[in-house]
């Protein structure tokens, strides 16, 4: 397996470039649904740019060394929205499609919790990995050979509140 390292100006560059592609296919959807953690961020800047409501759904499937170790799926009890109801035409998003379990997995929980609201949903992820059971309606890179991405965030899950104090006082002594 290859690597493939992402800095924060590519990052955002391609939440820009998604955020694109949903625009020219002209779907006219009323809500956002990121998956978190790993989709924070990209539902985050979708949901300023197109002035539309976000729901988190909370899911953990990755932990171990680096967090590179995929276990069982884990679903949070519900949605975090700040609406009443969730939209009819739903933007699921997330950063990226890997093994595709966990966003096949997550069309089916929605269906069963919020299938009477919801009329049509749509994926988007930043990158579509080859080895995914499913294809995402929308993503910026297909990846055939399926690289390990390691995204500029990573390096806080490594970090501990006193190493960040360290670095911080590092930098302001050398200033």
Not at 21 to 49: E, H, M, T
Not at 51 to 77: C, K, W
Not at 157 to 172: D, G, I, K, N, R
Request: aromatic share 12%; charged share 20%; with cysteine.
């Amino acid at each position: 397996m290859s690597d493939l390292y992402v800095s924060w100006a590519d990052y955002h560059h391609k939440i820009e470039q998604l955020a694109v592609k949903i625009y020219q296919s002209n779907w006219p959807f009323n809500q956002i649904i990121c998956l978190a953690k790993g989709g924070l961020r990209v539902g985050d800047l979708l949901s300023r740019i197109y002035d539309i409501p976000l729901a988190i759904l909370a899911t953990s499937s990755y932990s171990g060394a680096n967090n590179q170790v995929r276990g069982s799926l884990t679903f949070s009890q519900d949605l975090t929205k700040t609406t009443a109801n969730l939209g009819s035409h739903v933007l699921l998003v997330d950063d990226l499609v890997d093994s595709g379990l966990t966003l096949k997995k997550t069309l089916i929980w929605l269906d069963r919790k919020y299938g009477f609201y919801i009329e049509e949903i749509r994926t988007a992820v930043l990158w579509y990995k080859d080895c995914s059971v499913i294809e995402p309606d929308y993503y910026v890179d297909y990846l055939p050979d399926n690289p390990w991405i390691h995204q500029p965030f990573e390096l806080y899950e490594q970090m501990t509140p006193a190493e960040l104090v360290a670095s911080h006082e590092a930098q302001v002594a050398n200033s």
